[in-house]
C-alpha cells in the first residue's frame, strides 16, 4: 500500500494513512506521526503489542476519536484487509459521515480449518460483512477471492479484479548473481529451487520435500533453499528433509526480506510453491518473475493474465506433474516474466486501476 500511496502523491493527491505502533515482533513504534515521501503518516498505540503482531488484531487507542474530528476531510478512504476493529471503526465512521470508502482485502478472507475459523466467523457475521456489503466497491487478486468476497454478501456489480503490485523499478538494476550461492556453498552450475512462505501446514510443504527429492534423483546436482517464517512447522520439516536424506541439499534461511531477498530471486533457477488449497497470488512470485525467474506453481493460486506469458508451469497438485514442470525449466524466460510484470502488476498501472474505482460513479 506503500508504493501506492506514493505514486498518487506524484500525481498531486493528498494522502494520509493511518497504522498502529507494531513496529517488529518486539518493539513498538515511538512516533505518532510522521511524514514520508509527502505522505502523513499517523501511527495509533495498540492496547496489546502481541495482539496486534502475533494475532494480527490491532486495537488502536484513541483512533475512534481521531476518526470522529478528521474523517470529513476525505473524500474517499480506502481500508486494506478488513478482519480487525481498527478498519471496522473506519467503516463505522465513513457510514456516519457519507463517506464512500473501498475495501480491498488482499488475500485475509479465506478461513484455515484451525480454531481460530470459528472466531473469524463470529466476527464476519457480526461485523466484518455489513462492512464489505456496504463499501462502494470491495477488489480482490483474483476470481478466487472475489468468489469468497460474494460469499460474504457482496454483490458481484461491486467486486473489481485489480492484481496485486510491486514496484517494478525496484527490479531495473539488479545486482551481480552468484552472491547467494558462495554464501551457501552451492555450486554455480547447480539447478537451484527457491521457496519463500511461512512454514505452515496449509503451504503443503512437505509436498514440496517430496517434489526435491524426486528431482534431484534426476539431477543430483541441485540444491533446495526455503526462506521462511515459523508457524510452528519448522522442527518437522527439517526431521523430514533428514528422514529423506536430503538434509545437505536444503538450506534454511530465517525470514529474510526487500532488498536481501533479491540475491536469492536472482540465484535460483526456479521459484517452487505447491499449495493445495485456494491460494491468492504471493509478493515473492511476482517479485521472483520481476528478478527474470520463472515460477512452477499449482492450479490452486490463480493469478491474472498468466496464460497470456511463457514464463510459469501451472499445473494440478500432483507430485509427478510438478516434478516434471520443474524439469522442464532449461531456461529462463526473461522478457516474458519483465513483461508480465510491466504490462499487469507494475504499481504504476495498478494506480490508475484503483483511482478509476475510487471515483466511478
Not at 509527502?38 to 494480527?56: D, P
Not at 472475489?146 to 485489480?162: D, H
Not at 530471486?265 to 527474470?292: G, R
Not at 491474472?304 to 507430485?319: G, L, R, S, T
Request: proline share 4%.
Amino acid at each position: 500500500m506503500f508504493e501506492l500511496a506514493r505514486e498518487y502523491v506524484k500525481d498531486w493527491h493528498h494522502v494520509d494513512c493511518i497504522s498502529t505502533d507494531v513496529f517488529d515482533n518486539n518493539s513498538r513504534n515511538p512516533k505518532t506521526e510522521d511524514n514520508i515521501d509527502w505522505m502523513n503518516i499517523y501511527y495509533f498505540k495498540n492496547v496489546s503489542h502481541v495482539l496486534a503482531n502475533k494475532w494480527k488484531f490491532p486495537i488502536p487507542i484513541w483512533l475512534r476519536k481521531w476518526l470522529k474530528e478528521n474523517i470529513r476531510n476525505y473524500d474517499i478512504v480506502h481500508i486494506a484487509d478488513f478482519r480487525n476493529l481498527m478498519n471496522y471503526f473506519t467503516y463505522k465512521e465513513c457510514i456516519k459521515n457519507d463517506i464512500p470508502y473501498i475495501v480491498s482485502s488482499f488475500g485475509s478472507i479465506a478461513y484455515n480449518f484451525d480454531f481460530k475459523m470459528i472466531i473469524k466467523k463470529l466476527f464476519d457475521f457480526f461485523w466484518a460483512r455489513k462492512m464489505m456489503k456496504q463499501a462502494k466497491f470491495v477488489t480482490s487478486e483474483n476470481e478466487n477471492e472475489a468468489k469468497c468476497q460474494n460469499e460474504l454478501w457482496v454483490p458481484k456489480e461491486k467486486i473489481r479484479i485489480i492484481p496485486l503490485m510491486l514496484d517494478y523499478e525496484k527490479f531495473v538494476n539488479l545486482s551481480e548473481p552468484w552472491e547467494v550461492r558462495k554464501k551457501l556453498n552451492i555450486d554455480k552450475d547447480a539447478k537451484v529451487l527457491l521457496f519463500v512462505w511461512r512454514i505452515h501446514r496449509y503451504k503443503m510443504p512437505y509436498m514440496a520435500l517430496d517434489c526435491f527429492y524426486d528431482y534431484q534423483k534426476k539431477i543430483p546436482n541441485s540444491h533446495f533453499i526455503i526462506i521462511w517464517r515459523d508457524d510452528g512447522f519448522e522442527d518437522n520439516l527439517k526431521k523430514y528433509a533428514k528422514k529423506l536424506w536430503i538434509a545437505d541439499k536444503v538450506s534454511f534461511q530465517w525470514a529474510i526480506y526487500y532488498p536481501e531477498t533479491i540475491k536469492y530471486y536472482i540465484d535460483a533457477d526456479v521459484y517452487f510453491m505447491a499449495p493445495n488449497h485456494w491460494e491468492w497470488t504471493p509478493t515473492a512470485s511476482l517479485e521472483c518473475l520481476a528478478c527474470w525467474t520463472p515460477v512452477v506453481w499449482t492450479k490452486q493460486s490463480l493469478i491474472p493474465f498468466i496464460e497470456n506469458y511463457d514464463a510459469w508451469y501451472i499445473v494440478n497438485f500432483d507430485k509427478e506433474e510438478l516434478v516434471n514442470a520443474l524439469l522442464k525449466v532449461k531456461e529462463k524466460n526473461s522478457q516474458d516474466c519483465i513483461n508480465m510484470i510491466k504490462d499487469h502488476f507494475d504499481v504504476r498501472v495498478i494506480k490508475n486501476d484503483f483511482l478509476s474505482t475510487y471515483f466511478d460513479k
